[in-house]
């Protein structure tokens, strides 16, 4: 566990964490601009130290800070790999000097396959004879992303890691991102306001408001408790998993299953009998009493709605079963009363196809 206590004081800004957290997962930080996430994140680096009233930081079994018993481990000592905002690479060295820092300045020598494998993962195999001036900002952010990954013996710490980087290369890392945390066993805590990242990496969540954390919680929870603020927000995002089945040549679309389901989505082609994460916003997914066969919608799933709440004075959440999860719909009031919706009534969720992403990943 990575147990944590901070009570600090920015001026007149305040931030306070009380928190165990699983270092076996990946742990993703959400909130506003200015809600205390980087300073959280400072603060397990073993930053800013002046501002602190209370700070007790233990990895497993080694305690890194306790400004009481005036323990304090170097930041250096901590086995942090760092990936900031700001990114900051040596403007001096070559990508490949860049990426090798991490191990020259702990004195480890670098896995010559470790670092190919890496390299070709995030696609910056032909960069490490360039430097930074030479580089987009996505190239930048990459190069940034392995040499943090380099660092990290321990803990992986990722601030905004894919701010930068084009959907061209975005669903590939985050699945590379998965797959080590799993492969290195090496938890991770990432910051993003990118509801679609959190879908597809997040375990475990916690939201942040005013340097308080408001949520916490595995990210299946958080992320269908319509009580909170988290699913509230009008980018919710659910998250279907489906096997695709094939894809249709003349109608350029996927079809995919899942356990009772038949769905369609994306114009490019899948591949068959893959898994994807399917990512469906909240606000597209339509409420039908019965099931619709002469409508443009295709994808139409049987669902039982479990809870509801009004979150505003025109507008209802409403959480449904649906297979072995959750999913969360948005409607307005006047739907909502017009048809007369009930706890445990059987309906029918209906999203376009044009309205989801798929995300491919391995199966393992």
């Excluded at 931030?15 to 957290?21: A, F, P, S, Y």
């Excluded at 270092?23 to 603060?43: E, P």
């Excluded at 739907?335 to 992403?357: C, E, G, P």
Aim: glycine share 4%; proline share 2%.
């Amino acid at each position: 566990m990575l147990n944590i206590k901070l009570d600090c004081l920015f001026d007149d800004f305040s931030l306070q964490v009380d928190q165990n957290l699983p270092t076996q997962q990946i742990v993703g930080l959400f909130g506003a601009s200015g809600c205390g996430k980087s300073r959280f994140i400072r603060q397990l680096l073993g930053f800013d130290h002046h501002f602190q009233n209370e700070t007790y930081i233990q990895f497993n079994e080694s305690v890194w800070q306790n400004l009481q018993s005036k323990v304090f481990l170097k930041t250096q000592h901590r086995g942090i790999g760092y990936l900031p905002q700001t990114i900051d690479l040596f403007p001096h060295l070559s990508v490949r000097k860049n990426i090798e820092f991490s191990c020259i300045n702990s004195n480890r020598s670098i896995d010559e396959y470790w670092l190919s494998r890496l390299c070709f993962e995030l696609d910056i195999e032909h960069l490490l004879k360039k430097t930074p001036s030479q580089l987009s900002g996505g190239q930048k952010q990459r190069v940034a992303l392995a040499r943090a990954i380099i660092a990290a013996t321990k803990i992986l710490i990722l601030d905004e890691p894919l701010s930068a980087i084009g959907e061209d290369h975005r669903p590939q890392i985050m699945q590379f991102i998965r797959n080590f945390q799993k492969e290195k066993q090496i938890p991770i805590i990432f910051s993003s306001h990118n509801r679609v990242e959190h879908a597809f990496l997040t375990d475990y969540l916690l939201t942040f408001k005013a340097g308080v954390i408001e949520q916490s919680g595995t990210y299946e929870k958080i992320s269908t408790d319509i009580n909170g603020n988290f699913s509230q927000m009008s980018d919710a995002i659910n998250h279907i998993q489906a096997e695709v089945v094939e894809f249709e040549i003349e109608n350029h679309v996927n079809c995919l299953k899942t356990a009772h389901h038949q769905l369609w989505a994306g114009y490019q082609p899948l591949n068959t009998g893959s898994l994807v994460n399917l990512e469906v916003r909240a606000q597209d997914i339509s409420i039908f009493l019965g099931e619709k066969t002469d409508t443009s919608i295709l994808n139409s799933l049987r669902v039982k709605i479990v809870d509801f709440k009004e979150i505003s004075r025109h507008q209802y959440i409403i959480k449904l079963a649906f297979e072995d999860t959750y999913l969360i719909a948005f409607i307005t009031k006047k739907s909502f009363t017009t048809l007369n919706l009930k706890i445990d009534q059987q309906v029918f969720a209906m999203f376009k196809s044009v309205s989801v992403l798929p995300i491919s990943f391995k199966s393992e």
